[in-house]
């Protein structure tokens, strides 16, 4: 492919040249929105990068380590960008070694480049000045959401470009340059909002509050439902925080007509201007008097809505309302109030997207994880919690009956934060019931099969484990005894009714799926009357900064306090004393006591 023509046009090398950007340091807009391309799409490497004549500069270079603007490019002959400058389409390479278009670039041997994925970064004439793309040094299969993933994003760095180039324009005048600081630190602001949130009620409701009192005096923003598609407003923000209760009275009220101001830009996918807010606009879009009544409290005089588009198609909205004295919107707030509704769509899209797939591994988590049979002779609760910021992972527990009436307790934990770890705990799971309650083995002869099972099955990945089995008609005055074996995993508790709290010690074993002629070894304890057997993923207790010895010995010391509390309240009051603090890990666990 001959890409030299479209790398040289003149125009587009005077809008990279008008950029500004060549050969500048770092900058944290662009090293953002390259993390996030990395976070989402688990690639090793993220760009955004500008091309001029004859190099690649890489404006953001997530996954290199380099500050010298000299080590932050390589020559265009060498870059994947050319391709794109060529055809100013997207390109998605999953194996870049045997794909025709792109088995003769240096960089395959020079960079380990094997796929690579990128979008256009274009001037807001249309130019393509370079690329936004993702470097994964493992040949893979990309998905139609990772093309989506990086679509959006490389918007937001257009965006970014462009906010970069009207500046640079804007040098010329102090006042326009002033404006144009102020401006990129406010959108900057609300991208460092919005790319910092994890939830999408949460990073909306953050919006709103952003936006006053820069570009209004108070704010709505309303988001369609995932499921039914209705109108919700999800944000409000006022700069007069003791006007917060009138602007809850109006949302509450308010059932806007469709050929208001907001369904019509929702609808539309096109910003409303509304220099005065009259009487007959407000009679017009609030059919109801109270709703109108509860408006008037908050004395609008000029309303100005954008939409907030995701990839496709508009899916809300954020009014920006001036009270009458503060007047109509200037030119420059709704020049700024489009570009962060632009911006803060896209953004809003990742996370509505984060947000759908963490409801919908933690949907699959729990109904995965069942509630415990109601055993005879046992008291038994369990728990699951995912990690902070909504992290589902690979914890799971399993309660069930054998037909002898012995009951089996396991607790594991799958390695990794994602769908992949969720679906393998499935698997896991169900090959430990199936192969326990078909076989009703020793723990450690369950553990050694499961072992058998990962090997013949293929499934690749690495699990810790705790398996527990007991019969309670087996009870004596001492307690009732019970069997256990663990494969990695941190060991079961016995909390004695007089406080003490011990961990049962045994050697350490291997993890499941590390090698399946592992020899598995049962240990024999007694469950006392009145003790409580605890079970728990390292999630409860591990921390960065402790010692695994030292959180322990820090749960032990908490589950000390605990003894006498009814178990399902030990449970609770254990997760909200050191579980939930830090959460950075998820959390099963399984606590059982003899009745």
Same mark, same amino acid.
């Given at each position: 492919?001959?890409?030299?023509?479209?790398?040289?046009?003149?125009?587009?090398?005077?809008?990279?040249?008008?950029?500004?950007?060549?050969?500048?340091?770092?900058?944290?807009?662009?090293?953002?929105?390259?993390?996030?391309?990395?976070?989402?799409?688990?690639?090793?490497?993220?760009?955004?990068?500008?091309?001029?004549?004859?190099?690649?500069?890489?404006?953001?270079?997530?996954?290199?380590?380099?500050?010298?603007?000299?080590?932050?490019?390589?020559?265009?002959?060498?870059?994947?960008?050319?391709?794109?400058?060529?055809?100013?389409?997207?390109?998605?390479?999953?194996?870049?070694?045997?794909?025709?278009?792109?088995?003769?670039?240096?960089?395959?041997?020079?960079?380990?480049?094997?796929?690579?994925?990128?979008?256009?970064?274009?001037?807001?004439?249309?130019?393509?000045?370079?690329?936004?793309?993702?470097?994964?040094?493992?040949?893979?299969?990309?998905?139609?959401?990772?093309?989506?993933?990086?679509?959006?994003?490389?918007?937001?760095?257009?965006?970014?470009?462009?906010?970069?180039?009207?500046?640079?324009?804007?040098?010329?005048?102090?006042?326009?340059?002033?404006?144009?600081?102020?401006?990129?630190?406010?959108?900057?602001?609300?991208?460092?909002?919005?790319?910092?949130?994890?939830?999408?009620?949460?990073?909306?409701?953050?919006?709103?509050?952003?936006?006053?009192?820069?570009?209004?005096?108070?704010?709505?923003?309303?988001?369609?439902?995932?499921?039914?598609?209705?109108?919700?407003?999800?944000?409000?923000?006022?700069?007069?925080?003791?006007?917060?209760?009138?602007?809850?009275?109006?949302?509450?009220?308010?059932?806007?007509?469709?050929?208001?101001?907001?369904?019509?830009?929702?609808?539309?996918?096109?910003?409303?201007?509304?220099?005065?807010?009259?009487?007959?606009?407000?009679?017009?879009?609030?059919?109801?008097?109270?709703?109108?009544?509860?408006?008037? %409290?908050?004395?609008? @005089? $000029?309303?100005?809505?954008?939409?907030?588009?995701?990839?496709? *198609?508009?899916?809300? =909205? +954020? &009014?920006?309302?001036?009270?009458?004295?503060?007047?109509?919107?200037?030119?420059?707030?709704?020049?700024?109030?489009?570009?962060?509704?632009?911006?803060?769509?896209?953004?809003?899209?990742?996370?509505?997207?984060?947000?759908?797939?963490?409801?919908?591994?933690?949907?699959?988590?729990?109904?995965?994880?069942?509630?415990?049979?109601?055993?005879?002779?046992?008291?038994?609760?369990?728990?699951?919690?995912?990690?902070?910021?909504?992290?589902?992972?690979?914890?799971?527990?399993?309660?069930? %009956?054998?037909?002898? @009436? $012995?009951?089996?307790?396991?607790?594991?934990?799958?390695?990794? *934060?994602?769908?992949? =770890? +969720? &679906?393998?705990?499935?698997?896991?799971?169900?090959?430990?019931?199936?192969?326990?309650?078909?076989?009703?083995?020793?723990?450690?002869?369950?553990?050694?099969?499961?072992?058998?099972?990962?090997?013949?099955?293929?499934?690749?990945?690495?699990?810790?484990?705790?398996?527990?089995?007991?019969?309670?008609?087996?009870?004596?005055?001492?307690?009732?005894?019970?069997?256990?074996?663990?494969?990695?995993?941190?060991?079961?508790?016995?909390?004695?009714?007089?406080?003490?709290?011990?961990?049962?010690?045994?050697?350490?074993?291997?993890?499941?799926?590390?090698?399946?002629?592992?020899?598995?070894?049962?240990?024999? =304890?007694?469950?006392?009357?009145?003790?409580?057997?605890?079970?728990?993923?390292?999630?409860?207790?591990?921390?960065?900064?402790?010692?695994?010895?030292?959180?322990?010995?820090?749960?032990?010391?908490?589950?000390?306090?605990?003894?006498?509390?009814?178990?399902?309240?030990?449970?609770?009051?254990?997760?909200?004393?050191?579980?939930?603090?830090?959460?950075?890990?998820?959390?099963?666990?399984?606590?059982?006591?003899?009745?």
């Amino acid at each position: 492919m001959d890409t030299s023509v479209r790398v040289g046009d003149l125009l587009r090398l005077s809008a990279v040249e008008a950029t500004g950007l060549l050969d500048t340091p770092a900058e944290e807009p662009f090293d953002r929105l390259a993390r996030l391309a990395s976070l989402l799409l688990d690639a090793p490497y993220a760009f955004v990068t500008v091309v001029d004549a004859t190099r690649s500069y890489w404006k953001s270079c997530v996954g290199i380590d380099a500050t010298d603007p000299a080590d932050r490019q390589n020559p265009v002959e060498e870059s994947f960008c050319q391709y794109v400058i060529a055809t100013e389409e997207p390109l998605i390479i999953g194996d870049a070694a045997a794909d025709p278009r792109t088995a003769g670039n240096p960089s395959i041997e020079s960079m380990g480049v094997a796929a690579w994925a990128g979008y256009p970064l274009r001037s807001t004439s249309g130019q393509v000045l370079g690329t936004f793309c993702v470097v994964d040094t493992e040949v893979r299969q990309w998905t139609e959401r990772d093309a989506a993933v990086l679509e959006t994003l490389a918007a937001a760095a257009s965006g970014e470009v462009a906010l970069r180039t009207a500046v640079a324009t804007a040098t010329t005048a102090t006042a326009a340059a002033r404006a144009g600081q102020e401006r990129l630190t406010f959108l900057g602001a609300v991208s460092d909002l919005l790319a910092g949130k994890s939830n999408a009620e949460e990073a909306v409701g953050a919006l709103a509050h952003q936006v006053v009192p820069y570009l209004a005096d108070w704010a709505v923003v309303t988001v369609l439902d995932d499921v039914t598609h209705e109108r919700r407003d999800l944000g409000r923000g006022h700069r007069d925080p003791t006007m917060l209760a009138a602007l809850d009275d109006y949302i509450a009220l308010h059932q806007p007509a469709e050929n208001s101001p907001i369904p019509t830009a929702i609808r539309t996918g096109e910003p409303v201007i509304i220099e005065t807010v009259d009487d007959a606009l407000i009679r017009r879009s609030l059919p109801h008097p109270e709703a109108r009544a509860a408006l008037a %409290e908050l004395d609008p @005089g $000029s309303v100005a809505v954008f939409p907030l588009r995701g990839r496709d *198609h508009p899916f809300g =909205a +954020i &009014a920006l309302y001036n009270a009458a004295p503060r007047g109509r919107h200037t030119a420059e707030e709704l020049r700024v109030g489009q570009e962060m509704a632009r911006r803060a769509g896209a953004l809003l899209e990742n996370v509505r997207l984060h947000d759908q797939q963490r409801r919908l591994a933690e949907t699959l988590q729990r109904s995965l994880l069942s509630s415990p049979p109601a055993l005879g002779g046992l008291d038994v609760a369990v728990r699951y919690l995912p990690a902070a910021g909504n992290r589902v992972g690979g914890d799971w527990y399993d309660v069930y %009956e054998e037909p002898d @009436g $012995s009951t089996v307790l396991v607790i594991g934990d799958v390695v990794g *934060h994602d769908l992949q =770890a +969720i &679906a393998v705990m499935g698997q896991l799971r169900t090959m430990t019931r199936t192969i326990g309650y078909d076989r009703m083995a020793s723990p450690a002869e369950l553990l050694g099969r499961v072992d058998d099972a990962i090997r013949g099955l293929a499934v690749r990945s690495l699990c810790t484990a705790v398996v527990v089995r007991l019969r309670a008609a087996d009870r004596t005055d001492e307690g009732i005894p019970f069997t256990w074996s663990c494969a990695g995993h941190p060991p079961p508790l016995l909390v004695r009714d007089d406080g003490t709290a011990v961990a049962l010690d045994a050697a350490p074993e291997l993890l499941l799926g590390v090698r399946p002629d592992t020899r598995r070894t049962d240990h024999n =304890a007694v469950l006392p009357p009145g003790a409580t057997l605890l079970l728990t993923t390292d999630g409860l207790f591990e921390r960065r900064h402790l010692a695994f010895e030292d959180a322990l010995d820090r749960l032990r010391r908490t589950l000390a306090g605990l003894a006498e509390h009814p178990i399902e309240d030990l449970c609770d009051k254990l997760i909200a004393d050191i579980g939930v603090r830090a959460g950075e890990d998820d959390i099963a666990l399984i606590a059982v006591r003899p009745v």
